[in-house]
Antibody
Framework: QVQLQQWGAGLLKPSETLSLTCAVYGESFNTYYWNWIRQPPGKGLEWLGEINHSGSTNYNPSLKSRVTISVDTSKKQFSLKMSSVTAADTAMYYC?????????????????WGKGTLVTVS | SSEMTQDPAVSVALGQTVRITCQGDSLRTYYTCWYQQKPGQAPILVIYGKNNRPSGIPDRFSGSYSGNTASLTITGAQAEDEADYYCNSRDSSGNHVVFGGGTKLTVL
C-alpha cells in the first residue's frame, strides 16, 4: 500500500524559503501527478501545484512566482520550495498523489495524502 | 471560471439524509471528487469520478451531478460523519486543480 512521508523545516522567518520533501513508498512513481496542498489554520484547502514523473509542472496562478516543485524519480521523492514567505504562508502543508482520468469522461482525484507538516512563519 | 462554490455549513439529524453541493463551470467538463476532513487529520477521499467510492468508504456516501452542480449525499448520517467536506476538480483549462471552500457538516 502506497504511503507518503513528508518532512521539512517547520519554523521560518519572514523572507526565508520554505522547503519540504515528500517520499513515496510502496507504489510506482510513474503515471501519477504529485501534488502540494496547504491549509492555513481554520481555513480551507489550497492547491499549490503538481508535478509528474517526467518533471512537467502546473502551479496555482496566484502563487506561481514563488513556488517551485521538483522531482527526483531515482529516490521517488518530490519537493516544494516557496520563496519569500510571510506570516500568510503559515499553514499545514500536505503532499498528495493525484490521478487524472481523461478518456471518455474526465476526472481527477487525490487518493493518498501525507500526514502534513505544520509550517509557521514568525 | 476556476471557482468551485460550496455552502459553508450544513446540518443533519442523526440517521437522516443530507446533500452537500458544489457548483462550478469546470463541472461541466470534469467530474468532481469529495474529501472528508476531521479536525487534526489529513483529508480522505470519499467519492471520485461519477460515483465511485474508495475501498473502506461506507456505501451511505454517494455522488451525483446536474449541470454545473455536483452533490455529495450521505444517506443515514452517522455521528462519525461530522466533518468538513471539500469538493475538488481540475479547472476548465485542465491545467490547474481547484478546491471548493468546504462545507462543515454537523450531525445533530
Amino acid at each position: 500500500q502506497v504511503q507518503l512521508q513528508q518532512w521539512g523545516a517547520g519554523l521560518l522567518k519572514p523572507s526565508e524559503t520554505l522547503s519540504l520533501t515528500c517520499a513515496v513508498y510502496g507504489e510506482s512513481f510513474n503515471t501519477y501527478y504529485w501534488n502540494w496542498i496547504r491549509q492555513p489554520p481554520g481555513k480551507g484547502l489550497e492547491w499549490l501545484g503538481e508535478i509528474n514523473h517526467s518533471g512537467s509542472t502546473n502551479y496555482n496562478p496566484s502563487l506561481k512566482s514563488r513556488v517551485t516543485i521538483s522531482v527526483d524519480t531515482s529516490k521517488k521523492q518530490f519537493s516544494l520550495k516557496m520563496s519569500s514567505v510571510t506570516a500568510a504562508d503559515t499553514a499545514m502543508y500536505y503532499c498528495a498523489r493525484g490521478t487524472l482520468v481523461a478518456t471518455i469522461v474526465y476526472y481527477y482525484y487525490m487518493d493518498v495524502w501525507g500526514k502534513g507538516t505544520l509550517v509557521t512563519v514568525s | 471560471s476556476s471557482e468551485m462554490t460550496q455552502d459553508p455549513a450544513v446540518s443533519v439529524a442523526l440517521g437522516q439524509t443530507v446533500r452537500i453541493t458544489c457548483q462550478g463551470d469546470s463541472l461541466r467538463t470534469y467530474y468532481t471528487c469529495w474529501y472528508q476532513q476531521k479536525p487534526g487529520q489529513a483529508p480522505i477521499l470519499v467519492i471520485y469520478g461519477k460515483n465511485n467510492r474508495p475501498s473502506g468508504i461506507p456505501d451511505r456516501f454517494s455522488g451525483s451531478y446536474s449541470g454545473n452542480t455536483a452533490s455529495l449525499t450521505i444517506t443515514g448520517a452517522q455521528a462519525e460523519d461530522e466533518a468538513d467536506y471539500y469538493c475538488n476538480s481540475r479547472d476548465s483549462s485542465g491545467n490547474h486543480v481547484v478546491f471548493g471552500g468546504g462545507t462543515k457538516l454537523t450531525v445533530l
